[in-house]
């Protein structure tokens, strides 16, 4: 079995602004970005990513169909840009936050629109829809403990965080993610481009 997902990879720039505003706010809550002394643990710089649908433990067959699925997908659509702005966390509304996020202004319906076109699809390959609506978002961090959720929730909502650099999105990848004790690696096993002019 192979632990996968399906996402949007960001350019290194993107990955870089948004990584910028993680140590902001990790300094806000007096934060390691490594040792996530303060209980939150953040994204590594490289595996910031828009997720548009965890998978879990999946064989290799239904992997290998999937990727033929993404493919017929990606062949529908176009290129789309992407551009992060704003902060925000899940729960919502909550005083404890469990996960630290990057919005977008650009690119949000493009994306729940793949997301909803794959979630469809996967029902095919005997995979579930998700239960939950889609909200697209860039994970920075995950709260492990609830001891600084005050200076963290200051620290979200003050965040005027606007990125300069825009993601051109040609593609889907379906990736791997293998547990290591520095953190998930994330390997692509496909990669589908998106082919309308």
Partial sequence: MIRAFIAIELSDEA?????????????????????????????SEDNIHLTLRFLGNTDEETLSRAASVLEGIAAGSGP????????????QGFSSPTVVWAGL??????????SESIGSALVGLGIPKEGRHFSPHITLGRVKSGRNSDKLRKAIESSTFTASSITTVDHITLFRSALAPGGPVYTPISIARLSLP
Avoid: D
Avoid at 16 to 36: D, F, I, M, N, P
Avoid at 105 to 114: N, P, R, W, Y
């Fill in 15 to 43: 990955k870089a602004e948004a990584y910028a505003e993680a140590r902001t706010v990790a300094r806000a809550v007096q934060s390691s970005l490594k040792a996530g002394n303060a209980g939150i643990k953040w994204v």
């Fill in 80 to 91: 789309f840009p992407v551009r992060l702005k704003g902060l925000g966390s899940f729960p």
């Fill in 105 to 114: 202004s650009e690119g949000a319906t493009e994306s729940a629109q793949l």
